[in-house]
């Protein structure tokens, strides 16, 4: 049973489960997962192995593999985020019997808490093995976000109605395979080969291993000790076995009933991909052996967390379900993008750091993850940004190959930023392998775009414009000129045989060809994007837009078809004011939804089952997610409707509800993401149904809504979009000519809501309350003014000083 409990800093920061539910473990250890934003760990027993319940799992943004499949015959190649050596095991074996786990014993009581806070897991299980005798086990672990080599477990054994000889196995284990995702068993899953296990004296245990292809090194170290009552370390007796690609300690010593024993296992973590190491193996044992007890650790741990919570928490006093989940998606947020990731080569997979959905690749999810970090930790962005920026020339070699100039970049991306989407896929429902065109998903590289530019409204930080922002969006912009072609018929550029955010149509009914002609999306992004690339060159310098321009290629005649591109992009319509998802979308056939719903029950991905049945979603008028309707929620409809009347098409103000009641019975929510969409959009049209939408997105991760995913890993963008949602959403939180607006919108229980923020360098603090909007800016010395406009009055408010809007 999932529990909520108030903390002592206030309600609801820990997450916690009262039975042991073999079912459920896979979704518990992906949601009380422990990371730092260098490497992450799921949450699994200690000595758990993978085995149907289990599945323990260790990743590190980087840490890449790529292997070739044979399937038929047909070599298959992917590349896949690695699951990294064991470091959790540890193992209990009371009087030389089989060592404990949730099979031997009868669990008396069971607790497995989750502290938000800290990001820290703690487990007691009380227990009676088949002798007979009680014993509590109390387990605790963090990965460290103050020393971002760091994780540490802690063990308290109480022998209740007992007292005798107990072992613990300490274990470092490198015999570990992906294999996290049933869809991909076939697909090889051995990604790692062994180095070599070795001692740094009596305590301390390490191993190494290698990544076959990519040949990563990556070390751990574990120090383990005993405690006694007193708080002195036990003299204990250690015997050590080894293999290539395991090590183990066995750890023998008497308890006394009634008298609890400590555990600890201090443990770091290095990869040759590390910045100021000699080698990974030496690192991690002189770390480790340097480190102090597990609160000790734990306390500077906590340290960290609370500097991130002043500058991310976000208060909602007046709904305790709503505070918990939100903390919750603010904490596995900060655990996969933290301020140790700024430093490191790393974009941010779709699923985290803690499993292996989507083999650990980095999408367009980014668009709905930045925004919450832009305001808050920019730093953090600028880190992720540069993993566009340093894989620009793989981009310009796609765009090259393909035959179109410029910057095209990867649908699905990993360690070097080349193509990496699958070219076949599972579909669960049939058991059928099946072609993959969704690497034709071109707006992708729209999106980054996108991303540069509200990185740079929210931070003014035109030195990351200038020196490589610029460089990225003018390359997107220059090749999306060159894959649009001018219709002479219509005086309108066109963009044919690509595919928009919806996925469940690849190409058109019986076609031979993929990709849709005149996206919607992807046009207007283009066109949106083709305006912005004319106003970053006004901000350049002459010299520095002329440097720019030769290292680029960026010509005249290419500034030109830009301009006019964002005059004369087609946008297919049909019907009174919807756009149409793609040119032909009017043409294909209705779905009988009902039956389907009658049949299936849940229908969210609908493509499957289609295609399980013989037919093609590609004949239907059916949206896996937001697609056409996700540019009224990207744009503020003062800018998208400027946007229409440039492009010579009207824009009225009934075309938001018009597209949204048009494509919200044609949609089957595939994507969590499209909740956030679709609340974000109906925010300022019905407040009731965008707050029905938004607690389904909140609830997505926890509740597993779509049956069985999040085990996989959890979905970074809906949990960082919740967090975005509230900003921009429901506070209308927008940038326009270097002033921050607000436009509140009546929506749930969000009376009260409070959080921080930071815009061009100054932090605020906002506060909506009893029909006021109040902004405070805060003093440090170093803060400009900012200017801050609601309601069509705009606030020039010093540092130290604040200012309440009536609404």
């Given at each position: 049973m999932l529990e909520e409990r108030a903390g002592t800093t206030g309600p609801n920061w820990t997450l916690a489960y009262d039975s042991f539910e073999p079912e459920q473990e896979g979704l518990r250890e992906a949601l009380t997962s422990t990371g730092n934003g260098y490497f992450c760990t799921r949450g699994t027993l200690a000595w758990a192995e993978a085995d149907g319940v289990s599945y323990p799992g260790t990743y590190t943004h980087g840490g890449f593999n790529r292997e070739t499949t044979i399937m038929n015959g047909v070599p298959v190649l992917n590349e896949d985020l690695v699951n990294l050596p064991n470091w959790l095991l540890l193992e209990l074996r009371i009087e030389g019997e089989e060592a404990v786990d949730m099979s031997n014993v009868e669990l008396l009581s069971y607790r497995h808490?989750?502290?938000?806070?800290?990001?820290?897991?703690?487990?007691?299980?009380?227990?009676?093995?088949?002798?007979?005798?009680?014993?509590?086990?109390?387990?605790?672990?963090?990965?460290?976000?103050?020393?971002?080599?760091?994780?540490?477990?802690?063990?308290?054994?109480?022998?209740?109605?007992?007292?005798?000889?107990?072992?613990?196995?300490?274990?470092?284990?490198?015999?570990?395979?992906?294999?996290?995702?049933?869809?991909?068993?076939?697909?090889?899953?051995?990604?790692?080969?062994?180095?070599?296990?070795?001692?740094?004296?009596?305590?301390?245990?390490?191993?190494?291993?290698?990544?076959?292809?990519?040949?990563?090194?990556?070390?751990?170290?574990?120090?383990?000790?005993?405690?006694?009552?007193?708080?002195?370390?036990?003299?204990?007796?250690?015997?050590?076995?080894?293999?290539?690609?395991?090590?183990?300690?066995?750890?023998?010593?008497?308890?006394?009933?009634?008298?609890?024993?400590?555990?600890?296992?201090?443990?770091?973590?290095?990869?040759?991909?590390?910045?100021?190491?000699?080698?990974?193996?030496?690192?991690?044992?002189?770390?480790?052996?340097?480190?102090?007890?597990?609160?000790?650790?734990?306390?500077?741990?906590?340290?960290?967390?609370?500097?991130?919570?002043?500058?991310?928490?976000?208060?909602?006093?007046?709904?305790?379900?709503?505070?918990?989940?939100?903390?919750?998606?603010?904490?596995?947020?900060?655990?996969?993008?933290?301020?140790?990731?700024?430093?490191?080569?790393?974009?941010?997979?779709?699923?985290?750091?803690?499993?292996?959905?989507?083999?650990?690749?980095?999408?367009?999810?980014?668009?709905?993850?930045?925004?919450?970090?832009?305001?808050?930790?920019?730093?953090?962005?600028?880190?992720?940004?540069?993993?566009?920026?340093?894989?620009?020339n793989e981009a310009r070699a796609a765009a090259k190959e393909a035959g179109y100039e410029g910057a095209m970049y990867p649908w699905q991306s990993g360690s070097d930023g080349q193509e990496e989407t699958q070219t076949v896929h599972l579909n669960p429902k049939s058991g059928r392998w099946e072609p993959d065109l969704s690497h034709n998903q071109r707006h992708v590289s729209a999106d980054i775009f996108y991303n540069i530019w509200r990185y740079y409204e929210a931070t003014g930080d035109f030195e990351f414009l200038l020196d490589y922002g610029a460089e990225m969006m003018l390359d997107i912009a220059r090749f999306w000129a060159s894959i649009a072609h001018y219709n002479p018929e219509r005086d309108r550029y066109e963009i044919h045989g690509v595919m928009g955010p919806d996925e469940f149509h690849e190409k058109y009914p019986g076609s031979d060809e993929e990709g849709l002609r005149n996206n919607a999306y992807t046009n207007v992004m283009v066109a949106w994007l083709s305006e912005i690339s004319l106003e970053v060159l006004d901000l350049l310098t002459e010299r520095h837009r002329k440097a720019l321009s030769a290292r680029i290629g960026l010509t005249d005649d290419e500034v030109g078809t830009l301009e006019e591109m964002s005059r004369k992009m087609f946008v297919p319509f049909h019907g009174d004011g919807i756009v149409s998802q793609f040119e032909g979308y009017e043409d294909l056939e209705e779905l009988d939804w009902e039956s389907y719903r009658e049949k299936y029950g849940n229908i969210q991905r609908l493509d499957r089952i289609l295609k399980a049945e013989g037919d093609d979603p590609d004949k239907y008028k059916l949206t896996k997610q937001a697609d056409a309707v996700l540019l009224f929620f990207l744009f503020p409809s003062d800018v998208l409707r400027r946007l229409f009347e440039r492009l010579g098409y009207d824009y009225e103000p009934e075309m938001v509800r018009k597209n949204v009641d048009y494509y919200d019975g044609r949609t089957s929510h595939g994507s969590t993401l499209s909740f956030i969409a679709h609340a974000g959009i109906l925010a300022g049209i019905h407040p009731e149904s965008s707050w029905t939408r938004y607690m389904v997105a909140l609830e997505s991760d926890v509740g597993d809504v779509q049956g069985g995913t999040t085990q996989e890993g959890i979905h970074m963008g809906v949990m960082a979009g919740t967090l975005d949602l509230i900003q921009r959403g429901y506070l209308g939180t927008e940038i326009r000519d270097g002033t921050l607006y607000f436009d509140p919108k009546p929506v749930g229980n969000l009376d009260g809501l409070s959080f921080p923020m930071r815009f061009r360098g100054t932090p605020l603090e906002v506060t909506l309350e009893g029909g006021e909007l109040r902004v405070a800016a805060q003093a440090d010395g170093l803060n400009q003014p900012v200017k801050v406009g609601v309601n069509g009055t705009v606030e020039e408010i010093e540092a130290g000083e604040s200012h309440t809007f009536v609404l």
């Open positions: 808490e989750y502290d938000v806070r800290n990001a820290a897991l703690r487990r007691v299980s009380r227990f009676r093995d088949r002798a007979g005798r009680e014993t509590t086990l109390e387990t605790r672990r963090f990965v460290s976000m103050a020393d971002m080599h760091q994780a540490a477990m802690q063990w308290t054994v109480t022998p209740e109605n007992w007292s005798g000889r107990v072992e613990v196995i300490s274990s470092l284990d490198g015999r570990v395979t992906n294999g996290g995702v049933a869809r991909y068993s076939r697909l090889e899953g051995r990604h790692l080969d062994p180095v070599s296990p070795r001692t740094f004296g009596p305590e301390i245990i390490a191993l190494e291993a290698r990544t076959r292809q990519s040949r990563i090194y990556v070390a751990e170290a574990a120090r383990t000790r005993v405690y006694g009552e007193d708080g002195g370390v036990l003299d204990v007796r250690r015997g050590l076995y080894q293999m290539q690609d395991y090590i183990h300690q066995v750890l023998s010593f008497e308890v006394e009933e009634g008298r609890p024993a400590r555990i600890e296992k201090m443990v770091s973590f290095y990869t040759s991909r590390d910045s100021a190491i000699n080698e990974p193996l030496t690192n991690a044992g002189k770390a480790v052996g340097r480190y102090g007890t597990y609160e000790e650790a734990f306390e500077r741990h906590a340290r960290a967390w609370d500097e991130l919570w002043d500058v991310c928490d976000v208060l909602v006093p007046r709904d305790d379900r709503v505070q918990l989940l939100l903390r919750l998606h603010i904490s596995h947020v900060l655990q996969v993008c933290s301020p140790h990731t700024a430093d490191l080569d790393a974009g941010v997979p779709a699923r985290g750091l803690n499993g292996e959905a989507y083999r650990g690749h980095i999408f367009w999810d980014e668009l709905f993850i930045y925004p919450f970090l832009n305001f808050r930790l920019p730093e953090i962005t600028r880190g992720l940004l540069m993993y566009r920026y340093r894989r620009l």
